[in-house]
């Protein structure tokens, strides 16, 4: 079944974090992920806001995981430590 990868995130360092954009996308892309949602507007209705949301649909999830696991996005999450505050899960889609 097909899974959403969900991210909550406040950036604290831009340019840093910019970098980490520029990888992640083509190893998430290269694990099947789609985005749906990137830093769009948001109704924060409770828990922690962070101002920048991402949504990225996967194959199963399986394929998000092995993307997070990958030696491409943990390049990619190099520079998200320490230029960011977030939270990422990846919850399977029950259609």
Partial sequence: M???????????????????????????????????ARGGRYVQLE??????????????????VACYQSDAYQEALSHARGASERELMVVEITE
């Fill in 47 to 64: 828990g922690k806001e962070r101002p920048r949301n991402v949504v990225a649909r996967f194959p199963s999830v399986e394929a998000a």
């Fill in 2 to 36: 097909p899974a959403l990868w969900i991210a909550h995130v406040t950036v604290t360092d831009t340019d840093a974090y910019g970098r980490y954009a520029e990888l992640a996308g083509p190893a998430i892309a290269e694990h099947g992920g789609v985005f749906i």
